[in-house]
């Protein structure tokens, strides 16, 4: 029953950069994994970055890697994905999502997390 806030989203210019934040409530001690995702109109959800909370593992997705980085503040309870040199095709919902109970290590799939998010919009305008 963790609950996941995601905020930060906006309308930017090509080029700009953006902070994702992802904020956990309840019973946060249950965190083993977080992931973040992004799902754009037509499109297949898809993997953009995950990070353990019990150890130092990060994974990044192929289209982000080098552009995006994912950090965690576990007194926080929060997750970053901080996004720079931002791209139209960057333009989705982007959802972040813990795993309670199954694997501490970055997992790449929708179904490695139970706990997910509403979403925020980013957009990027030409």
């Known amino acids: 029953q963790v609950q996941v806030v995601e905020s930060g989203g906006g309308l930017v210019q090509t080029g700009s950069s953006l902070r994702l934040s992802c904020v956990f409530s309840?019973?946060?001690?249950?965190?083993?994994?977080v992931g973040w995702f992004r799902q754009a109109p037509g499109k297949e959800r898809e993997f953009v970055a995950a990070?353990?909370?019990?150890?130092?593992?990060?994974k990044y997705g192929g289209s982000v890697k080098g552009r995006f980085t994912i950090t965690k503040d576990k007194a926080k309870n929060t997750s970053y994905l901080r996004m720079i040199s931002l791209k139209p095709e960057d333009t989705a919902i982007y959802y972040c999502?813990?795993?309670?109970?199954?694997?501490?290590?970055?997992?790449?799939?929708?179904?490695?997390?139970?706990?997910w998010g509403q979403g925020t919009q980013v957009t990027i305008s030409s």
């Open positions: 999502a813990a795993d309670t109970y199954i694997d501490a290590m970055p997992g790449e799939y929708p179904l490695d997390y139970d706990s």
């Open positions: 309840g019973p946060t001690v249950e965190i083993r994994r």
């Open positions: 990070i353990s909370w019990l150890f130092d593992d990060i």
